[in-house]
């Protein structure tokens, strides 16, 4: 269920991605974003312009959005009013969320995936150091043996010498 006023920074996030990825999913605005040059512009919008209003319906302020965002508050005010392309369109957005008409469905199911990538690349970092940390131990083991061959060749020749 995606919160349409967020309590808590995952949440906020969570409302955020739904919105970019809602409006980058519209056919109208997939067919804007075909052309390269326009393409990092409207993503770059469209990501303030989420980020904005995903904030705002959780209570932040002008200048705290404005500052979290990086963008001036002017900037900020045009989004949340829809008085941009990128603002107008995620407001419209929003609206198809809260009325039920998005279907999140598919956006839901990326998230979940971009989510569990991200936790299983960070489970393989973690093998990855646990693996370093197993060599070390298992040339540590190594030495370790070869020492007390020595010690034992060592042991062996006192006790022949008595």
Do not use: C
């Not at 309590?7 to 056919?27: A, N, Q």
């Not at 075909?34 to 469209?46: G, N």
Request: net charge negative; glycine share 4%; no cysteine.
């Amino acid at each position: 269920m995606i919160p349409l006023v967020p309590t808590s920074r995952t949440e906020i996030d969570r409302l955020e991605h739904v919105l970019i990825l809602g409006t980058l999913f519209r056919p109208e605005i997939l067919e804007l974003i075909k052309d390269p040059v326009e393409k990092v512009t409207w993503v770059d919008s469209l990501a303030i312009a989420a980020g904005a209003l995903a904030r705002e319906k959780a209570g932040y302020t002008i200048k705290e959005i404005a500052d979290e965002l990086g963008r001036t508050e002017q900037t900020i005010r045009k989004h949340l009013r829809g008085e941009t392309k990128a603002g107008k369109l995620v407001l419209e957005t929003y609206e198809m969320l809260k009325k039920g008409e998005l279907n999140i469905e598919e956006v839901e199911k990326f998230l979940e995936t971009v989510a569990r990538k991200e936790e299983l690349e960070e489970k393989l970092k973690d093998i990855k150091a646990l693996e370093e940390e197993l060599n070390k131990v298992k040339k540590e083991k190594e030495e370790l043996e070869k020492k007390l061959m020595k010690v034992k060749e060592e042991l062996k020749k006192i006790v022949e010498e008595l």
